[in-house]
């Protein structure tokens, strides 16, 4: 697996596992959007308490994997982008979900998550 920023392995881990966490990982102020969402589908989230109560609710996936396909990182911008295979199981019907994701994350200048871009197929979710 290719080494991910710290911060986006403790996003990953955070929503998968223990929203509370993302309190630690995520400027007050941060966004998190989804420009593939369509329909219903959330599409941006803003401000850290919001994330956590999205994230907190119920698991439409467990048993979560990640591998590293590439990343390219511009520390002078805190620019980390991440191409990402995951794998997980849907909670209700047993069945395998298999996803590919290109994420773009800025940090503050505190190495806070400010802005979090994820791309996926959303005819898989």
Known sequence: MVD?????TGHLEAVTQDAER?????APDGV???PYASGE?????EGVERLVA???GARRWGGWT????RTVEDPARRLYVAELHATAE???TGKPYVQDYVIWMTLDEDGRIQSWREYWDKDRV
């Not at 990640?66 to 396909?69: A, D, N, S």
């Open 90 to 92: 849907w909670v209700e």
């Open 4 to 8: 991910l920023h710290p911060a986006m």
């Open 41 to 45: 589908m959330t599409s941006r989230i």
């Open 54 to 56: 999205y994230f907190g």
């Open 32 to 34: 998190l959007e989804f």
């Open 66 to 69: 990640f591998e590293g396909v």
């Open 22 to 26: 993302l309190r630690e990982l995520w």
